[in-house]
Every structure is written in structure tokens, then in C-alpha cells.
């Protein structure tokens, strides 16, 4: 076990610590490695400056400096599994055509017209070249010229250097990334201990079972820091108390991009005290709507975490065809969440197979998109891979409308009705400032300071 | 109707056929009735938790669980 000699030297929440329990069940579980090390540096207690969330410079800002820099996911692979099939990844006032353009090779190309900047295509789909609806200028799929209507009057465009300027493609666990800088890294290097961590999960072999994305009355990173701490739970889902350790949430920070929360479920709240194992398993299957709430029972010497995760794991096999039976109690039912600087959030574990991606909505400082996509395991043995949920755009402000990502939905409901608030707090601050907690808001404090290294202050 | 008891406040919430909530206070029985955005219809409680007001109205619905199901 790696504890940083930082680790445990500043105040904790009095509960029980999610490596106590890790530990001890992987005395009689396979629990995956990474889960059972902790690695928390004290960044300092400095308050962030409000108007990186408010002020249209700063978001001008990112937009000249961060997005174009930085590796970002485009897409899964899945989304284009065919030749000709491609997506329109728009970040700030950035768009790229991402492509198949042969049968293992993903291209991006920035989206506009060499002639007069048309966007060559508004929204995915699939194509045989990229044709502007304008004047007519067309692009084979490998980003070379194929036709200027009327090449008389175009002397001066040589066709060999009017191909589609590229941005740099990367894969990894079945998505596509993408870096508008020819001279960046590699986004191997840039995952940092990613794959590593996700060899006990990979998301490659995973089907993007749902996505759905909503505009938010809130700044990118305002929705990001919503996500990636769990001491909001006692105030925003309070209803969670009874079977969320919320508050003893271990937080870890990793590189310069990478950082993540385990958040352990079947136990109480230590704000709540304890509570009586019957309660905490019936609480859980009520809420997470597995199985009959009524019917749950917590055996003499057993736990509602141990009730709790058999009856996930046979869900999921049930649910999937797979032998789950061996699956650790941890990513069963655990929250265990990875944060890749700038804007991508995948989930390991099993029971919550979630994947957040938020983005600015164009230069607007006070919007921005978020997408929630679920990954299912895909049975193996399958004829044919199913195809993956198509994006569905969520117009009402009830995530209940989107059906396919379950009880999730009225959690993120409770979310939303927050974010609005702290956008227009934000504005209206006297101290320009934001506090942040030393242990539990760490990732926040965290992902700044790489910001920083873009941005500026 | 669905009632669900907040963990911290000893107080129960009711969702109505009208589709308000209903907050109960276990401690000295005072009621309010509640919008479940938040405001105040009736009753002597004039506080509730805006958030289990949410909670009581969604988690009545049919929604499923998270994890989705491939077969």
C-alpha cells in the first residue's frame, strides 16, 4: 500500500476510512490494486478567484489558450465504426470532424471550408467526402483536395497543399481523443496512470449504452466541481445518508491531469451516526431501485454493504450474461471516480458505469454542456456488437426525460437546482473569491493549478 | 403517496395527490405545505429542505435503476 508521507498528516473526517474497509475486504476479495493505495498531497489553502467561472475574458482565454493544447475526447470509437462516418466535436469556438477514414484509421480535420470557411459538415453523420455545401469544395475522407468546381480561377490553390489541416488522434479504452497542437505529446503520456489503473476496467470493451447531454445555466467548471466531490452529498442528497459514507470520501491526486474519488456505499453517513444494517440495506435497494426494497434482509453477522453488493452483482450478471459473482463489493456499488484534466470524467466499478464530459457551450462564460453516457458491459459471444446510444439532448430541465440513465436522474435533478445559484453567487460575490476545503475539494484545487499552467491566474 | 424521512431534520415528507409535499415535523408535529420548488403554501412550518422537496416528488416516479441492462 502507497500512503503518500502527506497523506494522513492533516484532518480526516471521523468515520471509517474507505481503505479500512478496502482493506479489510480484500482479505477475502479480489479487490483490484490501485483501489487499495491512497495518494493525497496538501496543495495549499489559497482561494480561487471568482471570475474564472464569470468573466468572458477568462473564457476567451481558455479558448486561445487551453482548448487548443490540450487532449480532450471527441468520441468513442464506437460512435464511427464505419468508413465515412464521422462526428462534429465542437469545443468554445472550435470545431473538428472527427472520421473514419479507413477502416482502422480515425482522422480529425478542423471543421471548415478552405474556401471561405463554410463548416464542411453541421452534425455527424456519414459520408463518401466532405463536400461544402457552399461552393462545393470538396475533401476525400484522408483529408486530401478531390474537386474546386471552376479550378480555373483557383491558380494559386495548389492541390497538393490543400488538404484538410489535421489535429493530432489518440485511442484509448475505446475513446477518441483528440489535440488541435501539432507539437503536443503524446496522449499516452498525457493519461498519466490512467491506463494502468483501467487495465481492472476497461471501458473498450464496454457499450455506450446511453448519452445524453443538457445545456446548464453554469460555467464549465462550475458543473465540473459539482462532480468530482462528495461533501456536497449531505446537503444536496440528503436522502443518501443513510447508506453513503459521503463526508469520509477518500480523495487522490495523481500527475498533473489525473486525480479521482472512492466514495463508499452500504455504510452511513458519519454525519448521520450509525445506523441499524436492516435500515441501510433497505434505504439503498429503495433508491437504487434494485430489487424489492421490502424483501431486503440483512442476515444475522452479515452487513447491508455485503446485501447490497451480492444483490448488484447478481443484477449485473443477470443484466449482462456475465459471471459477476467474483466482482469486489467496491466495484459493485462503489463510487469510484476518475477525473482526466481538462473536462473527462469516467467511472470504474460496475454498479455506477458512469462517464461525465462537460464542455464551455461556444465563448458564453455562463453555460456550458454536460453529457452523461452509461457503459454496459457487452456480453460477450455476441453476433454482432449492438450499435451505441445515439445522443439524446435533454431540452426540459427534468432529467427524469431521459429515462435511459435511471434514478440517476433525480439525483442530477437535485444537482441542477444548485448550479444556476452558484453561477449567479459567483457574480454577485463581495470577496471575488472561492473557498475550498484542504482534503474533500483537493481535485478542484488540483485541476487549477494545471489550468493555471494554461490560462494563467 | 410516498413519505421519505430526511436523515438530519426529524422531519418526514409527504408528496400529495396535487403534487405539493407535505413536510411533517417529528419533533413537535407542526406541518407546512410546500411547492416542490420550495415555496410556502400553508401550514405553521414555514421551512423545508428544498432539496428532499425534489426528492419526494421524483423518487415517487417509475424511474429504473442505473445500470442499464444489454441482453
Same mark, same amino acid.
Given at each position: 500500500?502507497?500512503?503518500?508521507?502527506?497523506?494522513?498528516?492533516?484532518?480526516?473526517?471521523?468515520?471509517?476510512?474507505?481503505?479500512?474497509?478496502?482493506?479489510?475486504?480484500?482479505?477475502?476479495?479480489?479487490?483490484?490494486?490501485?483501489?487499495?493505495?491512497?495518494?493525497?498531497? *496538501?496543495?495549499?489553502?489559497?482561494?480561487? @478567484?471568482?471570475?474564472?467561472?464569470?468573466?468572458?475574458?477568462?473564457?476567451?482565454?481558455?479558448?486561445?489558450?487551453?482548448? @487548443?493544447?490540450?487532449?480532450? $475526447?471527441?468520441?468513442?470509437?464506437?460512435?464511427?465504426?464505419?468508413?465515412?462516418?464521422?462526428?462534429?466535436?465542437?469545443?468554445?469556438?472550435?470545431?473538428?470532424?472527427?472520421?473514419?477514414?479507413?477502416?482502422?484509421?480515425?482522422?480529425?480535420?478542423?471543421?471548415?471550408?478552405?474556401?471561405?470557411?463554410? /463548416?464542411?459538415?453541421?452534425?455527424?453523420?456519414?459520408? @463518401?467526402?466532405?463536400?461544402?455545401? +457552399?461552393?462545393?469544395?470538396?475533401?476525400?475522407?484522408?483529408?486530401?483536395?478531390?474537386?474546386?468546381?471552376? /479550378?480555373?480561377?483557383?491558380?494559386?490553390?495548389?492541390?497538393?497543399? $490543400?488538404?484538410?489541416?489535421?489535429?493530432? #488522434?489518440?485511442?484509448?479504452?475505446? +475513446? #477518441?481523443?483528440?489535440?488541435?497542437?501539432?507539437?503536443?505529446?503524446?496522449?499516452?503520456?498525457?493519461?498519466? !496512470?490512467?491506463?494502468?489503473?483501467?487495465?481492472?476496467?476497461?471501458?473498450?470493451?464496454?457499450?455506450?449504452?446511453?448519452? !445524453?447531454?443538457?445545456? &446548464?445555466?453554469?460555467?464549465?467548471?462550475?458543473?465540473?466541481?459539482?462532480?468530482?466531490?462528495?461533501?456536497?452529498?449531505?446537503?444536496?442528497?440528503? /436522502?443518501?445518508?443513510?447508506?453513503?459514507?459521503?463526508?469520509?470520501?477518500?480523495?487522490?491526486?495523481?500527475?498533473?491531469?489525473?486525480?479521482?474519488?472512492?466514495?463508499?456505499?452500504?455504510?452511513?453517513? @458519519?454525519?448521520?451516526?450509525?445506523?441499524?444494517?436492516?435500515?441501510?440495506?433497505?434505504?439503498?435497494?429503495?433508491? +437504487?431501485?434494485?430489487?424489492?426494497?421490502?424483501?431486503?434482509? #440483512?442476515?444475522?453477522?452479515?452487513?447491508?454493504?455485503?446485501?447490497?453488493?451480492?444483490?448488484?452483482?447478481?443484477?449485473?450478471?443477470?443484466?449482462?450474461?456475465?459471471?459477476?459473482?467474483?466482482?469486489?463489493?467496491?466495484?459493485?456499488?462503489?463510487?469510484?471516480? *476518475?477525473?482526466?484534466?481538462?473536462?473527462?470524467?469516467?467511472?470504474?466499478?460496475?454498479?455506477?458505469?458512469? !462517464?461525465?464530459?462537460?464542455?464551455?457551450?461556444?465563448?458564453?462564460?455562463?453555460?456550458?454542456?454536460?453529457? !452523461? $453516457?452509461?457503459?454496459?458491459?457487452?456480453?460477450?459471444?455476441?453476433? /454482432?456488437?449492438?450499435?451505441?446510444?445515439?445522443?439524446?439532448?435533454?431540452?426540459?430541465?427534468?432529467?427524469?426525460?431521459?429515462?435511459?440513465?435511471?434514478? &440517476?436522474?433525480?439525483?442530477?435533478?437535485?444537482?441542477?437546482?444548485?448550479?444556476?445559484?452558484?453561477?449567479?453567487?459567483?457574480?454577485?460575490?463581495?470577496?471575488?473569491?472561492?473557498?475550498?476545503?484542504? *482534503?474533500?475539494?483537493?481535485?478542484?484545487?488540483?485541476?487549477?493549478?494545471?489550468?493555471?499552467? *494554461?490560462?494563467?491566474? | %403517496?410516498?413519505?421519505?424521512?430526511?436523515?438530519?431534520?426529524?422531519?418526514?415528507?409527504?408528496?400529495?395527490?396535487?403534487?405539493?409535499?407535505?413536510?411533517?415535523?417529528?419533533?413537535?408535529?407542526?406541518?407546512?405545505?410546500?411547492?416542490?420548488?420550495?415555496?410556502?403554501?400553508?401550514?405553521?412550518?414555514?421551512?423545508?429542505?428544498?432539496? %428532499?422537496?425534489?426528492?419526494?416528488?421524483?423518487?415517487?416516479?417509475?424511474?429504473?435503476?442505473?445500470?442499464?441492462?444489454?441482453?
Amino acid at each position: 500500500m502507497a500512503i503518500l508521507d502527506d497523506a494522513r498528516s492533516r484532518p480526516r473526517s471521523s468515520g471509517v476510512s474507505p481503505q479500512e474497509i478496502l482493506q479489510r475486504e480484500a482479505q477475502r476479495q479480489e479487490v483490484p490494486d490501485v483501489l487499495l493505495s491512497e495518494s493525497y498531497t *496538501y496543495l495549499g489553502s489559497d482561494d480561487i @478567484p471568482a471570475e474564472r467561472y464569470t468573466s468572458a475574458e477568462y473564457a476567451r482565454l481558455e479558448a486561445e489558450h487551453l482548448w @487548443p493544447k490540450v487532449w480532450q $475526447m471527441a468520441c468513442r470509437e464506437e460512435d464511427i465504426p464505419e468508413v465515412g462516418d464521422h462526428v462534429v466535436y465542437d469545443i468554445a469556438n472550435y470545431s473538428i470532424l472527427v472520421v473514419r477514414s479507413a477502416p482502422d484509421v480515425i482522422k480529425a480535420y478542423h471543421n471548415s471550408c478552405l474556401h471561405r470557411g463554410t /463548416q464542411l459538415r453541421a452534425e455527424g453523420g456519414s459520408v @463518401p467526402f466532405f463536400r461544402c455545401s +457552399f461552393h462545393g469544395w470538396t475533401w476525400n475522407l484522408d483529408g486530401t483536395l478531390k474537386r474546386i468546381p471552376a /479550378q480555373w480561377d483557383f491558380p494559386h490553390c495548389q492541390p497538393d497543399r $490543400m488538404c484538410l489541416p489535421e489535429c493530432q #488522434v489518440g485511442t484509448w479504452a475505446g +475513446f #477518441v481523443f483528440i489535440n488541435m497542437d501539432p507539437d503536443a505529446g503524446p496522449l499516452e503520456d498525457w493519461l498519466e !496512470v490512467l491506463p494502468e489503473h483501467f487495465r481492472h476496467w476497461p471501458l473498450e470493451k464496454r457499450l455506450k449504452a446511453a448519452h !445524453v447531454a443538457k445545456i &446548464l445555466p453554469c460555467n464549465w467548471k462550475v458543473a465540473i466541481e459539482a462532480f468530482i466531490e462528495a461533501y456536497h452529498v449531505s446537503s444536496t442528497h440528503p /436522502q443518501l445518508a443513510f447508506y453513503d459514507g459521503d463526508t469520509n470520501s477518500q480523495y487522490d491526486i495523481y500527475g498533473e491531469h489525473v486525480s479521482r474519488f472512492v466514495n463508499i456505499l452500504g455504510i452511513p453517513s @458519519p454525519e448521520l451516526g450509525e445506523l441499524d444494517e436492516q435500515t441501510i440495506a433497505e434505504a439503498f435497494a429503495r433508491d +437504487f431501485r434494485i430489487g424489492d426494497a421490502t424483501a431486503v434482509e #440483512v442476515p444475522e453477522g452479515s452487513s447491508a454493504r455485503e446485501v447490497i453488493a451480492e444483490t448488484m452483482r447478481q443484477l449485473l450478471s443477470a443484466g449482462s450474461g456475465i459471471d459477476f459473482s467474483k466482482l469486489s463489493n467496491t466495484e459493485a456499488i462503489d463510487s469510484i471516480e *476518475y477525473y482526466l484534466f481538462p473536462n473527462f470524467l469516467p467511472w470504474a466499478g460496475l454498479g455506477i458505469p458512469i !462517464v461525465y464530459r462537460f464542455r464551455p457551450n461556444g465563448l458564453d462564460p455562463d453555460t456550458s454542456i454536460m453529457e !452523461v $453516457m452509461l457503459m454496459a458491459p457487452l456480453p460477450e459471444g455476441l453476433p /454482432q456488437r449492438p450499435p451505441p446510444a445515439p445522443i439524446h439532448w435533454l431540452e426540459s430541465d427534468d432529467w427524469r426525460d431521459a429515462p435511459e440513465i435511471g434514478v &440517476l436522474g433525480l439525483a442530477l435533478n437535485q444537482d441542477m437546482s444548485n448550479l444556476h445559484k452558484v453561477q449567479r453567487g459567483l457574480h454577485a460575490s463581495a470577496t471575488k473569491t472561492v473557498k475550498l476545503g484542504d *482534503y474533500q475539494e483537493i481535485r478542484i484545487r488540483h485541476y487549477h493549478r494545471t489550468l493555471e499552467k *494554461y490560462v494563467g491566474k | %403517496m410516498s413519505v421519505v424521512r430526511h436523515p438530519y431534520d426529524n422531519t418526514e415528507y409527504l408528496l400529495q395527490g396535487d403534487g405539493t409535499v407535505l413536510v411533517r415535523d417529528l419533533t413537535n408535529g407542526t406541518e407546512g405545505v410546500f411547492e416542490v420548488g420550495g415555496r410556502h403554501l400553508s401550514g405553521d412550518l414555514r421551512w423545508a429542505d428544498i432539496h %428532499m422537496l425534489r426528492w419526494a416528488n421524483d423518487t415517487a416516479s417509475g424511474s429504473k435503476a442505473i445500470a442499464p441492462d444489454v441482453t
